[in-house]
C-alpha cells in the first residue's frame, strides 16, 4: 500500500512538500502517480514517475513549479510544490503499479489522499 503525508494549510506563493510512502515494495519497483482532485472537479493527473528509471512527468498545469523524486531510501516519493496557487487547493493522492507508468489512473494502489489548501 501507499499512504500521503504533508499536506495542510499554506500560503499563496508558499511551498509544499507532500509524500508517497510505500509499504512493503519499494520505489524501483513500482511506477508512482500523483493526483490531485478539486472539489466539483474531475481528478487530474499532477506527476508521475518511473521508479525503475526515473523519468517523471509534470503536469502543464503544475510545471515549471513543481518537481517529482524518490528518496535516496527507495521507500517514499516527494512531490514539491512551490508558488503555490489557490487552484492548488485539492485532496492530492498517490497512487502505485508495478506494470503502468503513465498519465491515466490505472494505477493499482492508492492512498486516502491528504488535503492542501491555499489561502491567506
Known amino acids: 500500500r501507499v499512504a500521503e503525508s504533508g499536506g495542510g494549510l499554506a500560503q499563496p506563493g508558499g511551498s509544499l512538500k507532500l509524500r508517497c510512502t510505500t509499504f512493503?515494495?519499494?520505489?524501483?519497483?513500482?511506477?508512482i502517480g500523483w493526483f490531485r482532485q478539486a472539489p466539483g472537479k474531475e481528478r487530474e493527473t499532477v506527476s508521475c514517475?518511473?521508479?525503475?528509471?526515473?523519468?517523471?512527468y509534470i503536469a502543464d498545469s503544475v510545471k515549471g513549479r513543481a518537481s517529482v523524486a524518490t528518496t535516496s531510501a527507495g521507500t517514499a516519493v516527494v512531490l514539491e510544490l512551490s508558488n503555490l496557487e489557490p487552484e492548488d487547493t485539492a485532496v492530492y493522492y498517490c497512487?502505485?503499479?508495478?506494470?503502468?507508468?503513465?498519465?491515466?489512473?490505472?494505477?493499482?494502489?492508492w492512498g486516502q489522499g491528504t488535503q492542501v489548501t491555499v489561502s491567506s
Open positions: 512493503g515494495f519499494t520505489v524501483g519497483d513500482y511506477s
Open positions: 514517475i518511473n521508479g525503475n528509471d526515473g523519468i517523471t
Open positions: 497512487a502505485a503499479d508495478a506494470h503502468y507508468f503513465g498519465l491515466s489512473d490505472e494505477y493499482d494502489y
